[in-house]
């Protein structure tokens, strides 16, 4: 399910294939308004991709923050996220969450029995990524995290029996086309367009959700 509209503002959308990280980079915060910081990257060591941070069994190669203090070094700005990944033009494109947006994280059987069931109710989306990991993370408006929990029990599930998260602050998604090691890169599943410039609230979108995950268990 991917979003395309005709016309020369669509174009400026980041592509998934066939742009630098730096000007993908750029283009988020310059087009979306999203704060944006490297991650990791990938390097090859004996002819095998390993991740700079030097963890041979790293969990998520090339694709997590480089610093502890990644929260205070994302910015909003093109003009600095230029000068970022100029200093490291193959580093990860990490968005921190709980700022402009929150992601709710499913499996990606669950995200996308979730799509099919919203695209029925002609539900508006925002962004959706499909992760390596085989994880689906829906971009909804911020404060997600504190709603969600309680609008999942008025469904009648309770939040720890689905296998959903909801990412706010603090933490982070990783950005298409940010590759995690030999798995693969993070894709759009439902691309930013403008017409999913404002994103719903997770109440528009908990109930195909929590209602997928339930059958994925």
């Not at 998520?60 to 003009?79: E, N, V």
């Not at 085989?134 to 909804?140: A, K, L, P, S, T």
Request: glycine share 8%.
């Amino acid at each position: 399910m991917e979003e395309t509209i005709a016309g020369t503002e669509a174009a400026q959308i980041p592509k998934q294939r066939g742009e630098s990280l730096l000007e993908t980079a750029v283009r988020y915060a310059e087009e979306r308004h999203w704060d944006v910081f490297p991650g990791t990257w990938l390097e090859a060591v004996d002819g095998a991709q390993r991740c700079s941070c030097g963890d041979a069994a790293c969990p998520a190669p090339g694709s997590h923050p480089a610093r502890p203090d990644w929260a205070t070094q994302a910015t909003g700005s093109a003009t600095v996220a230029r000068r970022m990944w100029q200093k490291q033009p193959t580093a990860s494109i990490l968005l921190p969450t709980g700022r402009t947006f929150d992601a709710i994280s499913v499996p990606e059987t669950a995200g996308f029995l979730a799509l099919a069931r919203m695209e029925r109710m002609e539900l508006t989306l925002g962004p959706v990524t499909l992760t390596p990991d085989r994880r689906m993370e829906f971009f909804v408006l911020p404060g997600a995290s504190v709603k969600v929990p309680d609008l999942v029990r008025k469904l009648g599930w309770s939040l720890s029996s689905l296998d959903l998260t909801v990412l706010g602050e603090g933490a982070y998604v990783a950005a298409p086309p940010t590759r995690f090691g030999s798995r693969g890169a993070v894709q759009w599943a439902c691309r930013p367009t403008p017409a999913n410039r404002w994103l719903p609230d997770a109440e528009e979108l908990i109930s195909p959700l929590a209602y997928a995950c339930g059958r994925d268990r």
